[in-house]
């Protein structure tokens, strides 16, 4: 069974553009969560979906974010007209229906130009 | 909501010699409490989790950790460190989310 995938490992954006990170979540699990994790910093909550809805979307930034879960395929985290301030570690956790343990994927280390 | 916090950002120590990583988390409700590890550009491992019964919990790699309701507090440590535990160690409590402390950096020197 393999573990939470996110791709690409490393993304570098210039100022303006658009970054778009995947994740695939493990066999199974039906619940995504986004976290970000600013250099010096712990994980902070961005968004949590299942299949096809945004559960909790407290933690995500009110412009220029966005994420989504579709009934097929990878959840994608959105990111519009990056700022050098978006540059960061961006992890994907998934958990099976009603259980509170997520597992990791290795991260997306975004860097703004 | 939970707020969770590690007492201490960074902490050296020797090979062979113990360590205690502090955790403290507030919250009105029931929790349940993690600790993960993360190894230099790597995602999160679990360690160890906290949902119910023994108070006391034991992880991978030697770890344990102890839930203590009236401190609220959840700390983590092992008795003989290696080289290979240097890495930054993450406290966790959810309810509804999982909530992140700031994380503490273990640095084992020989």
């Known amino acids: 069974n393999a573990g939470v995938m996110q791709n690409p490992r490393h993304l570098v954006r210039r100022r303006g553009q658009e970054a778009r990170l995947r994740c695939s979540p493990m066999?199974?699990?039906?619940?995504v969560y986004w976290y970000r994790q600013l250099p010096e910093e712990g994980l902070k909550f961005m968004v949590y979906l299942q299949k096809e809805n945004i559960i909790d979307e407290s933690g995500m930034p009110k412009e220029r974010f966005s994420a989504e879960f579709p009934k097929e395929g990878p959840s994608i985290l959105r990111i519009q007209q990056v700022v050098r301030g978006d540059s960061a570690a961006y992890f994907c956790?998934?958990?099976?229906?009603?259980?509170?343990?997520?597992?990791f994927g290795p991260g997306t280390r975004l860097t703004v130009l | 909501a939970q707020s969770v916090t590690q007492l201490d950002s960074q902490v050296p120590v020797f090979e062979e010699a113990p360590v205690e990583l502090r955790c403290n988390y507030s919250s009105s409700v029931s929790v349940y409490l993690f600790w993960y590890v993360q190894y230099p550009n790597q995602g999160l491992q679990l360690l160890l989790k906290?949902?119910?019964?023994?108070?006391l919990v034991k992880g991978i790699n030697g770890f344990e950790a102890e839930f203590n309701k009236s401190q609220t507090s959840f700390h983590l440590r092992k008795p003989s460190v290696h080289i290979s535990d240097t890495a930054e160690y993450f406290c966790a409590a959810t309810g509804s989310k999982l909530s992140f402390g700031a994380g503490t950096t273990v640095t084992v020197r020989a």
């Open positions: 066999k199974g699990h039906s619940h």
């Open positions: 956790a998934s958990s099976p229906q009603g259980e509170n343990e997520q597992f």
């Open positions: 906290y949902l119910s019964g023994s108070t």
